[in-house]
């Protein structure tokens, strides 16, 4: 259908069109980068936190909620609302099966950034507690991002 509206357009809307998808390409390739720095700058941290707290306190870092921690969390601003929507399975454009491969990447890349976040942010949590001498049972973390409640 896109191949189609596209071939049916006149030289300016396929100009702008093609356009429209380099600058759109350009973009996605800019946030992969800034996102796999992130992802690298998060598991540079993590391994620094891993080696100064060998061994888990109170048990809290292995679960969550009483479950395991899954490896990568999705994210449920996006699951909601994507889960009815699909990319085409077959592209005739190499192009765009480009930008749907780093679209994926993409998403790969912010779901283990999330996850290592709120890793980082638990493992953060349980150092502070720790620094403070305070004797108190392990705090139920939320999906919020406030903080956790004495």
Not at 59 to 85: D, I, M
């Amino acid at each position: 259908m896109v191949t189609e509206v596209y071939e049916g357009g006149s030289n300016v809307d396929q100009f702008v069109t093609r356009f429209l998808l380099k600058e759109t390409a350009n973009q996605i390739q800019s946030l992969l980068s800034s996102v796999e720095s992130a992802v690298e700058a998060i598991e540079e941290q993590t391994s620094q936190i891993r080696r100064n707290h060998s061994k888990p306190s109170h048990g809290v870092v292995e679960t969550w909620s009483g479950s395991a921690v899954p490896p990568h969390a999705p994210n449920p601003k996006l699951g909601a609302s994507e889960q009815g929507k699909s990319l085409p399975s077959v592209t005739a454009d190499p192009k765009e099966e480009g930008l749907e491969a780093q679209i994926s990447r993409l998403a790969e890349l912010i779901g283990r950034l999330e996850s290592k976040t709120l890793w980082f942010d638990l493992q953060q949590r349980l150092s502070d507690e720790e620094g403070t001498n305070m004797v108190r049972p392990a705090p139920f973390l939320s999906l919020s991002c406030g903080p956790i409640p004495a």
